[in-house]
């Protein structure tokens, strides 16, 4: 049977009379924008991820500019952030006036490090975006230890966990995904910032609705991103059955490497001290493009998701690095994610451990 690359489906199909009543509840309340189920989740948000604060936004990428408005950053200010990752978390820098100073990452975990940030560090930095690449996390504790304040990218790290706690709570400011396929996904697009600073929360609070308060004192040029009703309602549903999806994904990564994966390719490494919810499980291997392309004529998903490093896309070529990011170019060349959900069992582990056994006994030249 073809595994899908990811099955949300399945985690929600038991949800979906809770959610569609919860949907009902908000439109008969008619308070769609900033009302009560926003306020919830926010609350709901913040105690799960351990942080004084959780705001809702748009989505995940507006999540990130306002992120690093807060903390000020402005024209002629450097950003680093791993070139490694989706485009959105470099995207983010830009409208703030600041520079986006790409840096590289351990290809084992694809997290950038405190060596790879001070690598690129100058008087200029003013923050780090430390993105938890598919649920693994970024070492945030030593980053911030070089004095440079770190946002999280926790786009793709809901449901993850480390000695010091979860992302969100992790750095000076945090941002999230509910992209409808992240580990804690709405019907749409939503985002949020967590902080335990409330002058960072106040400003980011201003800055998703047009630098108000009030709503009629205008304080500061911020713009209109906010989580709406029905997404916070959708998200406050799922949210308590976040740790047990978690706990799926880990028992997905564990059955792969029952079924032998490891000696096939090689797996994703949990970073020290990390049990990462697995948001997608990305596996490497010299012909990653060969075993996509068997993976995909049996029917079973996979994707290669950033071949190409945002330093090298062409919207960035201002921003080209002065040395070569060699871990982002061995995890670009060689990633391939295969299926992760939740509810992959030890058979469909098996299975598609199989395929790629397949793949490379065809291509024997492939490793
Ligand atoms: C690491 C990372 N950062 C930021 C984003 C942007 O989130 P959104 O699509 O909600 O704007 C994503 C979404 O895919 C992501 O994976």
């Keep these: 049977m073809p595994v899908p690359l990811f099955d949300t489906q399945r985690q929600i199909a038991p949800l979906r009379a809770e959610i569609?009543?919860?949907?009902?509840?908000?439109?008969?309340?008619?308070r769609?924008?900033?009302?009560?189920?926003?306020?919830?989740?926010?609350?709901?948000?913040?105690?799960?991820?351990?942080?004084?604060?959780?705001?809702?936004?748009?989505?995940?990428?507006?999540?990130?500019?306002?992120?690093?408005?807060?903390?000020?950053?402005?024209?002629?200010?450097?950003?680093?952030?791993?070139?490694?990752?989706?485009?959105a978390s470099a995207e983010a820098i830009p409208p703030t006036g600041a520079r986006p100073v790409f840096c590289d990452i351990d290809p084992e975990t694809f997290c950038l490090t405190a060596d790879t940030v001070k690598e690129v560090l100058?008087?200029?930095?003013?923050?780090?975006?430390?993105?938890?690449?598919?649920?693994?996390?970024?070492?945030?504790?030593?980053?911030?230890?070089?004095?440079?304040?770190?946002?999280?990218?926790?786009?793709?790290?809901?449901?993850?966990r480390c000695a010091h706690g979860r992302p969100g709570s992790l750095g000076r400011i945090a941002t999230f995904s509910f992209f409808p396929s992240k580990n804690l996904g709405c019907f749409g697009d939503g985002g949020a910032v967590t902080t335990d600073d409330p002058q960072l929360a106040e400003r980011v609070r201003m800055l998703r609705f047009h630098g108000s308060?009030?709503?009629?004192?205008?304080?500061?040029?911020?713009?209109?991103?906010?989580?709406?009703?029905?997404?916070?309602?959708?998200?406050?549903?799922?949210?308590?059955?976040?740790?047990?999806?978690?706990?799926?994904?880990?028992?997905?990564?564990?059955?792969?490497?029952?079924?032998?994966?490891?000696?096939?390719?090689?797996?994703?490494?949990?970073?020290?001290?990390?049990?990462?919810?697995?948001?997608?499980?990305?596996?490497?291997?010299?012909?990653?493009?060969?075993?996509?392309?068997s993976l995909t004529a049996e029917?079973?998903?996979c994707r290669a998701y950033y071949r190409t490093p945002i330093h090298r896309q062409r919207a960035m070529a201002a921003y080209a690095p002065s040395r070569p990011l060699k871990g982002t170019e061995q995890a670009a060349s060689r990633h391939l994610a295969i299926p992760m959900s939740p509810s992959l069992s030890a058979a469909q582990a098996r299975e598609v451990t199989g395929a790629i056994g397949r793949a490379l006994a065809a291509a024997p030249r492939a490793l």
């Design 122 to 160: 100058t008087p200029r930095t003013k923050a780090v975006i430390a993105v938890h690449l598919f649920g693994n996390l970024a070492p945030v504790a030593e980053i911030e230890a070089l004095g440079v304040p770190v946002l999280e990218d926790a786009a793709q790290a809901t449901g993850s």
């Design 213 to 293: 308060k009030d709503k009629v004192c205008h304080e500061l040029i911020g713009c209109n991103s906010r989580l709406d009703e029905i997404q916070a309602a959708v998200l406050r549903v799922q949210l308590p059955h976040i740790d047990r999806w978690a706990e799926g994904r880990r028992a997905a990564a564990a059955h792969y490497q029952q079924a032998g994966l490891g000696d096939l390719v090689s797996l994703p490494r949990a970073s020290a001290g990390c049990e990462p919810a697995w948001h997608l499980y990305v596996i490497k291997a010299e012909r990653a493009d060969a075993i996509a392309a």
């Design 299 to 301: 029917g079973h998903g």
């Design 32 to 87: 769609f924008i900033l009302g009560p189920e926003v306020e919830a989740f926010e609350r709901e948000f913040a105690a799960y991820c351990g942080t004084e604060h959780a705001i809702g936004v748009a989505n995940g990428t507006d999540a990130i500019t306002i992120a690093l408005r807060a903390l000020r950053v402005k024209d002629g200010d450097e950003v680093i952030v791993p070139s490694f990752t989706f485009f």
């Design 20 to 30: 569609l009543a919860r949907i009902e509840a908000v439109i008969q309340g008619s």
